[in-house]
């Protein structure tokens, strides 16, 4: 097991290697990758890894199975070869700067079907799940039980009596997941009846083109085994910047020179977890008071961040490298998603409360808005949750808050769940997404008015405007995007297409480039991410270069990159052990290839 567990770290590499020449000093790496019977790995990641493998790049084969790659690391490297269906390839190599050295990789296939299985993502055992009743228990399961974390990857898919898996759901309602006691039961039996450790045989397949072949990601690794950088957005200096929830840091990597900052948030008077103190927050991944959770920049350079824990609303000076706190106040629970609109006021959800925050910088006047409550139980969940947690919070990791409340009886709908929030171009309007309670919402920003429609999928979770003001809408529950125009008020709805039999997906966010109006999503179950084009309607995958990928939020670059945190909750449970920041560039790969004039 200790072997397979290095393996899969990447620590020992048992396919076959070629090396075209001997080893000399280069950053920069031309080559081909093949399949155990010799011929060209279309589509396969070439991956190098800096000396402590803490900065990885890559770039994907071509038809022929070739690629180039530059990098900007030197040292004791290696480059790993990567391909859905075979086991990594991968070589050590001393490199200096501007020096371009050919280095080929041979795939191999597995050693048995058990090996064949660790480098399965978390989707391949998901659709291995027997539920009785598909469409109600698995979509309950989807919106309690694959949001912050992936489960079915190999850290959480071990094998467990229906006992022991009940007891890790009540740790996951201990810190707000809210199934039923029903949904609960069905849980444990399913998980134990799928998660059981017996090989089987599966195909994933990603799809490789010419469009993959053009593609090159970055990746940082930053923080420690428990750092939670919930949300990373791409700041005016080019910078990223991370909010890391677990641990009350603002992190902030400048991707030219791979510099990472720390900077610590202020001192709070409120106990560990903040507000929600009474809940059985993860020991060791929450230690912090506030919770930083989103980000948005007003126009004055001041980032603007939501503390989900503390209820508080923060700004940062990059220039200054100051803090301010404000506090929310109105009984809110939870600030989550913000943006900012072409006037600099700072729009948020509260999704506890069920609430929408709006902040005036100038005049630093607080406005805290009651949303529809769509419902006599959430209507009673709304007025009565911010004083479970206040009781709760008198008895510090106890949850007391699950003896109060009404879930375990009638399941997550008892919370709306205002989630994620954007400005439309085209007229200023505010728009939220409801993810408990499946609707999308508009607040008219000068008479506060509010509107609702219920949307034809389910989980609205991260909305985006398009340049023309059309609504897109990743459905997080039913593995779908939905796409709605405000003039007509129609929606249309596109399924996700999984990379295996069986499979689903879980579109946490997305954004929308609009450069060139192509949607962006987060593809958290299968370890890749994804890009939609309206105009014909298609998908597009770009496997992800390290197992366990869970993405956030996405931010574009003004070079053409698309960047989100890489976040699984526990970070150990990522490959290599460690979150960070990831970037996409479309046309990297194909920059790479011209600039060391093509590979051999």
């Known amino acids: 097991m200790l072997y397979r567990l290095f393996r899969l770290a990447g620590l020992i590499a048992p396919a076959a290697l070629i090396l075209a020449g001997a080893p000399s000093s280069a950053a920069n790496f031309v080559g081909k990758v093949t399949t155990p019977d010799g011929k060209p790995a279309y589509g396969a990641m070439v991956t190098v890894f800096s000396a402590d493998r803490q900065v990885r790049q890559t770039v994907y084969t071509a038809e022929d199975g070739s ?56 989707s391949a055992f998901n659709a291995r799940l027997p539920w009785k009743n598909l469409k109600r228990d698995r979509r309950a399961f989807i919106s309690q039980c694959n949001y912050c974390h992936q489960l079915g990857n190999l850290t959480t898919r071990s094998a467990r009596s229906p006992h022991d898996w009940m007891v890790e759901i009540n740790k996951m309602e201990g810190i707000l997941a809210l199934p039923s006691a029903r949904e609960k039961r069905v849980f444990a039996d399913t998980l134990s009846r799928g998660f059981d450790g017996v090989p089987f045989a599966a195909v ?12 090159k990601v970055r990746e940082w690794s930053v923080g420690d085994d428990y750092t939670f950088i919930h949300d990373a957005d791409v700041a005016k200096d080019g910078k990223v910047y991370g909010t890391d929830e677990g641990h009350d840091v603002l992190w902030v990597l400048d991707r030219q020179s791979g510099h990472i900052d720390r900077y610590p948030l202020p001192a709070s008077t409120l106990p560990r977890g903040g507000k929600f103190s009474g809940m059985k927050l993860p020991i060791g991944v ?10 948005a ?18 700004s940062f000076d990059p220039r200054t ?31 506890a409360s069920n609430q929408i925050g709006r902040f005036d910088p100038k005049t630093e006047q607080m406005t805290v808005i009651r949303l529809p409550s769509n419902g006599f139980i959430r209507w009673t969940s709304d007025m009565l949750f911010p004083t479970l947690m206040r009781i709760g919070s008198w008895f510090p990791d106890q949850a007391v808050h699950l003896n109060l409340s009404t879930h375990r009886m009638f399941g ?49 979770r991260r909305p985006r405007f398009d340049a023309s003001g059309v609504l897109w809408i990743p459905a997080f529950d039913d593995g779908g995007l939905m796409r709605f125009d405000p003039a007509t008020q129609a929606f249309q709805g596109f399924k996700i297409p999984p990379i295996g039999k069986g499979e689903y997906e879980t579109p946490y966010a997305l954004n929308v480039d609009r450069r060139t109006g192509d949607i962006w999503l987060a593809a958290n179950n299968s370890d890749r991410i994804l890009r939609f084009t309206p105009a014909t309607r298609t998908f597009f ?57 093509g590979a051999n």
């Open 67 to 122: 690629y180039a790659i530059r990098t900007d690391m030197a040292g004791a490297l290696t480059v790993r070869a990567r391909l859905s269906g075979f086991d990594d390839a991968s070589l050590g190599v001393t490199a200096g700067a501007d020096q371009t050295q050919p280095v080929s990789l041979r795939l191999a296939g597995f050693a048995d079907t058990e090996s064949a299985n660790e480098a399965l993502s978390a």
């Open 204 to 215: 994933q397949t990603y799809g490789a083109s010419a469009q993959l072949a053009r593609a």
């Open 286 to 295: 929450f230690t912090g008071k506030h919770g930083p959770h989103s980000m």
């Open 297 to 314: 920049q007003t126009s004055d350079g001041r980032i603007w961040i939501t503390n989900a824990l503390s209820s508080t609303l923060m």
């Open 321 to 351: 490298k100051a803090f301010k706190t404000y506090e929310v106040g109105h009984d809110a629970l939870y600030p989550h998603t913000i943006r900012v609109d072409s006037h600099d006021i700072v729009w948020f959800t509260i999704v």
């Open 412 to 460: 997550f709908s008892i919370l709306a769940f205002p989630y994620g929030i954007d400005v439309n171009p085209k007229d200023g309007s505010i728009w939220y997404a409801k993810l408990y309670a499946s609707r999308i919402g508009r607040i008219d920003p000068k008479t506060l008015n509010i509107q609702e429609w219920e949307t034809p999928m389910k989980g609205p």
């Open 541 to 597: 995958s770009y496997p992800s270069p390290t197992r366990v990928t869970v993405l956030r939020d996405f931010s574009f670059t003004d070079d053409g990159q698309v960047c989100a945190s890489s976040s699984n909750l526990p970070s150990y449970a990522i490959e290599g052990g460690r979150g960070g920041i990831i970037c996409l560039e479309p046309e990297g790969g194909d920059k790479d290839r011209r600039a060391l004039g």
